[in-house]
């Protein structure tokens, strides 16, 4: 869910002004607008079609073309996640679980068996009740305030019987009235999308069990891209020095009787090569995981990374004991990144670490004052970090509206 949108709807970041001049509130008027006719479609769908092929069961007919209903739906669901991503900015991956590769009776089975399938018809079937909600509010205040509006410019135009705009004064008032209902409208808009994106990420975005099922494969695919990583900085790094070392020593022993001075230019080039090595191995294997948070923990290791922020960085670490390698790592590499972004993106002057046990959690905060405007996006670094929590059944959550500031906070569960 955007956690910038849940922030920002009560009153907005920088009032109502923010509402109305933010793209995202009027790249998702268009979608409420005609949501009706998309709920009707679908509702047509799931009720109708589902009638038709229930009372054909008699015959053969009736299995395929429930089958066929089962598959359409399907796919309304995904292209309602794709609208969903593009009206309101809340990205839903597609939560089915793995097609078999062959046999019908399987993919039939695939098909029932998949949580999701059932989740996308119970999406589907509120559609209508909640596209009417949304068709309804947004064109009687759109229709209200563009009334009001031409009100205070056409002369002829009444309020009832009592009151015409045909003076100045009443003029203003209809005006004045007209761009309060377009604020309302803007505030409608974002309340309707907050409403609409949490639902869609309920329902088509899968259940937990499924999402921490992704979160652990990307995780995964992650530590498998990291280790392909690891492997090519050695074969393009230390592999080359090291060679070039023994082709230097090799030449070293064979001029060893003949002719001493160049064997003790060679024995300085593989002394140097020798020393290009181990640092080229300590870079790697800090990369790896620090030294430091091994030999010293994550005050040391995060005192560290705040030194070399481009700003001050206020660290507190609170952890009493040690707590297991693994939520260590994660935490340290939490910490790591999200300092990263804030020096390359956030534009802060201020920023603080905080990482302390709440019961039998590492909680981890990264704050900073800058522009915001951070998100979970798939395949970013903070992506990554989420999914990489998850291993451990952490939760990483971001929030950053734009303007600032950005926090980001994980927990981590451990035992000590």
């Known amino acids: 869910m955007d956690e910038a949108l849940r922030e920002r709807v009560p009153f907005g970041a920088n009032g109502p002004i923010g509402v109305l001049v933010d793209p995202r509130t009027w790249r998702a008027l268009p979608y409420l607008m005609v949501s009706a006719a998309f709920g009707l479609a679908w509702s047509l769908l799931v009720v109708f079609g589902g009638t038709i092929s229930l009372a054909m069961m008699a015959v053969w ?25 593009l009206a309101f900015g809340v990205k839903i991956a597609d939560p089915y679980r793995r097609r ?12 029932l068996k998949d949580p999701a399938t059932w989740r996308d018809l119970g999406y589907l079937a509120l559609m209508a009740p909640v596209s009417l909600l949304e068709f309804v509010v947004v064109w009687v205040l759109g229709a209200v305030a563009l009334g009001l509006i031409s009100a205070s410019f056409t ?15 009443v003029r203003m008032l209809a005006m004045l009235a007209g761009l309060a209902m377009v604020v309302l409208l803007a505030y409608a808009v974002r309340g309707l999308s907050l409403l609409h994106g949490t639902l869609a990420a309920a329902l088509l975005g899968g259940g937990e069990e499924e999402r921490l099922r992704a979160s652990r494969a990307r995780g995964i695919d992650a530590a498998e891209a990291e280790r392909r990583r690891i492997e090519r900085d050695l074969h393009d790094g230390a592999q080359l020095l090291l060679l070039s070392v023994a082709m230097d020593l090799g ?3 064979t001029k060893l009787d003949d002719d001493p001075e160049q064997v003790k230019e060679l024995l300085e080039q593989a002394h140097t090569g020798t ?13 790896i995981h620090p030294a430091i948070l091994t030999d010293r923990g994550l005050d040391a290791a995060l005192s560290a990374l705040a030194a070399r922020a481009p700003i001050g960085v206020d660290t507190v ?29 956030a534009v802060a002057t201020e920023a603080s670490v905080r990482v302390a046990r709440q019961g039998q959690q590492v909680v981890v905060e990264v704050w900073d004052n800058g522009i915001g ?11 990554g970090l989420a999914d990489r929590a998850a291993t451990i059944d952490g939760v990483l959550v971001v929030s950053s509206p ?3 500031p950005t926090l980001v906070r994980a927990d981590l569960p451990c035992a000590w």
Do not use: C
Not at 277 to 285: F, G, H, K, V
């Open 275 to 287: 020393r290009a090595a181990i640092a080229e191995l300590r870079d790697l294997a800090r990369g």
């Open 100 to 111: 078999p590769e062959r046999g019908l009776f399987n993919h039939l089975r695939w098909l």
């Open 373 to 383: 405007g951070a998100s979970l996006e798939q395949g970013g670094g903070l992506a």
């Open 402 to 404: 734009v303007g600032g």
């Open 317 to 345: 670490v609170e952890l009493g004991d040690r707590p297991p390698a693994a939520v260590e790592s994660i935490a340290y590499y939490i910490v790591a990144e999200s300092l990263a972004n804030m020096a390359k993106h």
């Open 155 to 169: 002369a002829e135009f009444r309020f009832g019987t009592e009151m015409a705009a045909d003076t100045l004064p």
């Open 251 to 253: 030449r070293a022993r």
């Open 61 to 85: 007919i009736g299995f395929p073309l429930a089958l066929a209903i089962m598959v359409a739906w399907r796919g309304a669901a995904m292209l309602e996640r794709r609208m969903v991503r």
